[in-house]
């Protein structure tokens, strides 16, 4: 039995609010509500508050696929993460600059909000995917949150003429738009912070050297070393890599032990890394810190649950998450704007660890 009210009739699109009832309340034109909603820089800030104060009045939801027409924008953004799952949910980075994506877009949010896509490419078959989606325009902009020398997906952007920023960089010539701590320099305040407290045999556990990261703290280390006459190079028995793992600290941790019983304090390249070796030292019958002090990298929340709580270089991951947004929303409203390059300072946080 189908039973008819009054009023059922009405089509739904009657229902929903236009544009003419969003200019009539704004006291403009549909034109201008139109270039509002397009996001053209042609229309007076006034006009602009008008118009967006009356989309929230009658919650009116532009026609994605019309303005898509007019504008060839999806109206959504790409974060990917070119990381095993493994890695994604232990390591607290990636959930800051997901945070910090997350509260940008929520920031900019103006007449059309920007979808954010979650893209985890963990496999050759889930990279091929990707290109294919890329390819298609799927999305207006990408953020790529963790960078690997001999990651593809890089020149894939450039080819694709994609705007696109990543959360650090290949090498120091890197040509896309990037946002990355100062490594180097959290990496040599660390060091020094542990010369500085009388420790001579400073061993130091890297992350994968393909990554610049990676290489960057390793440079920090060594050139707080030679400040005081020590040179230490990269095939020293002082250096172990790891993968920002806490099982790889906890390995290279114990290579470290074997290869330098004598050492005294040990830098890790993350503090995930940093947890693997406290583990290690523990099991090794060595006192943190009276016989090895350890220093991290991230100050996560990691460094304040340790025992004894670790000392870490903090580096602000929700605010490199909020730049990036901000640098690829320029690239996509201005095509074709110089690449840049921000670098975000850092700050060693000394807990009980050292």
């Given at each position: 039995?189908?039973?008819?009210?009054?009023?059922?009739?009405?089509?739904?699109?009657?229902?929903?609010?236009?544009?003419?009832?969003?200019?009539?309340?704004?006291?403009?034109?549909?034109?201008?509500?139109?270039?509002?909603?397009?996001?053209?820089?042609?229309?007076?800030?006034?006009?602009?508050?008008?118009?967006?104060?009356?989309?929230?009045?009658?919650?009116?939801?532009?026609?994605?696929?019309?303005?898509?027409?007019?504008?060839?924008?999806?109206?959504?953004?790409?974060?990917?993460?070119?990381?095993?799952?493994?890695?994604?949910?232990?390591?607290?980075?990636?959930?800051?600059?997901?945070?910090?994506?997350?509260?940008?877009?929520?920031?900019?949010?103006?007449?059309?909000?920007?979808?954010?896509?979650?893209?985890?490419?963990?496999?050759?078959?889930?990279?091929?995917?990707?290109?294919?989606?890329?390819?298609?325009?799927?999305?207006?902009?990408?953020?790529?949150?963790?960078?690997?020398?001999?990651?593809?997906?890089?020149?894939?952007?450039?080819?694709?003429?994609?705007?696109?920023?990543?959360?650090?960089?290949?090498?120091?010539?890197?040509?896309?738009?990037?946002?990355?701590?100062?490594?180097?320099?959290?990496?040599?305040?660390?060091?020094?912070?542990?010369?500085?407290?009388?420790?001579?045999?400073?061993?130091?556990?890297?992350?994968?050297?393909?990554?610049?990261?990676?290489?960057?703290?390793?440079?920090?280390?060594?050139?707080?070393?030679?400040?005081?006459?020590?040179?230490?190079?990269?095939?020293?028995?002082?250096?172990?890599?790891?993968?920002?793992?806490?099982?790889?600290?906890?390995?290279?941790?114990?290579?470290?032990?074997?290869?330098?019983?004598?050492?005294?304090?040990?830098?890790?390249?993350?503090?995930?890394m940093a947890a693997g070796a406290l583990a290690a030292l523990?099991?090794?019958?060595?006192?943190?810190?009276?016989?090895?002090?350890?220093?991290?990298?991230?100050?996560?929340?990691?460094?304040?649950?340790?025992?004894?709580?670790?000392?870490?270089?903090?580096?602000?991951?929700?605010?490199?998450?909020?730049?990036?947004?901000?640098?690829?929303?320029?690239?996509?409203?201005?095509?074709?704007?110089?690449?840049?390059?921000?670098?975000?300072?850092?700050?060693?946080?000394?807990?009980?660890?050292?």
């Amino acid at each position: 039995m189908r039973i008819r009210t009054k009023g059922s009739d009405m089509n739904s699109n009657e229902r929903r609010p236009t544009i003419e009832a969003v200019a009539a309340r704004a006291g403009v034109g549909r034109g201008t509500v139109s270039r509002v909603i397009n996001g053209s820089p042609k229309v007076s800030a006034r006009a602009r508050e008008a118009v967006e104060a009356a989309i929230q009045e009658l919650g009116y939801v532009p026609n994605r696929a019309a303005r898509s027409l007019v504008t060839s924008r999806t109206d959504a953004i790409a974060l990917v993460i070119p990381e095993p799952e493994s890695r994604l949910l232990a390591e607290p980075y990636f959930a800051d600059i997901i945070r910090g994506v997350s509260a940008e877009l929520s920031a900019n949010a103006g007449a059309v909000d920007l979808q954010l896509l979650l893209i985890l490419v963990r496999t050759e078959e889930e990279r091929k995917r990707l290109t294919n989606f890329l390819t298609a325009r799927r999305v207006d902009g990408v953020l790529l949150a963790a960078v690997h020398d001999r990651d593809p997906l890089p020149d894939l952007m450039e080819k694709l003429d994609m705007p696109t920023v990543l959360g650090g960089r290949r090498s120091d010539r890197e040509r896309l738009s990037h946002v990355q701590p100062d490594n180097a320099g959290g990496a040599e305040a660390a060091t020094t912070h542990l010369l500085e407290r009388g420790r001579r045999h400073i061993a130091t556990i890297t992350g994968p050297r393909e990554m610049e990261a990676s290489r960057s703290r390793l440079r920090g280390y060594q050139r707080a070393l030679a400040a005081y006459g020590t040179a230490v190079d990269d095939a020293s028995p002082l250096v172990a890599e790891a993968d920002f793992t806490e099982e790889g600290g906890r390995a290279a941790m114990a290579e470290l032990l074997a290869r330098q019983p004598g050492l005294d304090a040990v830098f890790a390249a993350s503090d995930v890394m940093a947890a693997g070796a406290l583990a290690a030292l523990r099991a090794a019958g060595r006192r943190v810190p009276e016989d090895v002090a350890v220093v991290g990298f991230d100050d996560s929340m990691i460094a304040r649950h340790t025992t004894p709580p670790l000392s870490s270089v903090r580096q602000p991951i929700e605010e490199m998450g909020r730049e990036m947004v901000r640098l690829l929303l320029d690239e996509i409203e201005e095509r074709g704007r110089s690449h840049r390059r921000v670098v975000l300072a850092t700050e060693l946080v000394a807990r009980e660890s050292s």
